[in-house]
């Protein structure tokens, strides 16, 4: 039996759509789980840095890519800066910590 070109035209479709799904998974781009787990450890890395006296919360920006934090922002000493990353790497979750854009204000 032969399909109609309605029928045709609608399986085209639906393979077209199905190929650009499956070439959208595999762009790198992060899945949701682990864009959530991301946005945990970020919060767990900020919370430490409000509970700690050393290190002041506000002037340094803390993101997440991979279980990787990325540090970046201003710090008043070098034990600040060495602090933070230290309460950044016991962080559960947390693979890597990159502090090269965490700079000593002068």
């Known amino acids: 039996m032969r399909l ?3 029928a045709q035209a609608q399986v085209a479709v639906i393979l077209a759509v199905l190929i650009l799904i499956g070439c959208s998974a595999m762009t790198g781009r992060q ?3 682990a864009a959530v787990d991301d946005a945990g450890i970020t919060s767990k890395v900020k919370s430490s840095f409000v509970a ?3 290190v ?3 002037d340094i ?3 997440t890519s991979g279980g990787t934090v ?3 922002g201003f710090v008043a000493s070098e034990r600040e800066r060495q602090r933070a990353v230290q309460l950044a790497r016991d962080t ?3 693979k890597q910590v990159d502090a090269s854009n965490l700079v000593l204000r002068r």
């Open 4 to 6: 109609s070109n309605l």
């Open 31 to 33: 899945s949701t789980g």
């Open 52 to 54: 700690d006296p050393i």
């Open 56 to 58: 002041s919360a506000t």
């Open 61 to 63: 920006d803390v993101d």
């Open 70 to 72: 990325i540090l970046s």
């Open 92 to 94: 559960s979750g947390v």
